[in-house]
């Protein structure tokens, strides 16, 4: 996972070994079998992404006001003061859509990498123009508490709620999804898989 990207990785040790010896003591089969069942170690996970994004739509962001904030930074440098904007919700009016919570489902999903760089098992969110044509992938920005937009047709933007969506089910359902991991790898080299 690199920057801001969204995604989680299982760091298995040498998984292109890993790989390259289950090819060589069982055979393709074998291997692309267990391709296979790390790619659905993650489908937990997904899953319960996937629900949090069918749940009920967030508000419109109306500013309400603004307020004084004192900001430590992390680094040790001296404090300071910032203002921000307070917002309030008020209940969205929607009479279109474009479908951006399916399209953002759809993009998820779990890859294995066994590169000479880079090599382990990631849930991501796809990045590719998706089927509807749109040039602008917003999983990340669906991912964020509040975020600016155009409206339709028009100059002006707006501020929407968005719907964090990402880290509760990874946080949540990675230690299976470890562990599911490395049961397939110990069944693919033992012949079991």
């Not at 790989?19 to 993650?42: T, Y």
């Not at 749109?134 to 975020?147: C, D, H, Q």
């Amino acid at each position: 996972m690199s920057g801001n990207d969204p995604g989680i990785e299982f760091d298995m040790k040498n998984l292109r070994a890993t790989l390259d010896r289950v090819r060589a003591e069982q055979g393709p089969a074998m291997l692309r079998n267990l391709r296979r069942n790390l790619r659905s170690v993650g489908d937990g996970i997904i899953a319960d992404q996937r629900q949090a994004l069918s749940g009920p739509l967030p508000g419109v962001a109306k500013r309400a006001g603004k307020k004084i904030v004192r900001v430590k930074p992390r680094d040790g440098r001296k404090g300071y003061l910032r203002t921000v904007n307070v917002y309030e919700a008020q209940a969205a009016s929607r009479q279109r859509s474009t479908q951006l919570r399916d399209r953002v489902k759809a993009q998820l999903k779990t890859r294995v990498v066994a590169g000479k760089k880079r090599s382990g098992i990631r849930i991501v969110a796809d990045k590719t123009m998706d089927k509807s044509g749109s040039k602008y992938n917003m999983s990340k920005v669906w991912n964020k508490k509040l975020f600016r937009h155009p409206t339709f047709g028009e100059g002006q933007y707006v501020t929407q709620y968005g719907m964090p969506y990402w880290w509760k089910p990874i946080e949540k359902g990675a230690k299976l999804a470890h562990e599911q991991a490395a049961k397939a790898i110990n069944d693919a080299l033992n012949g079991k898989g």
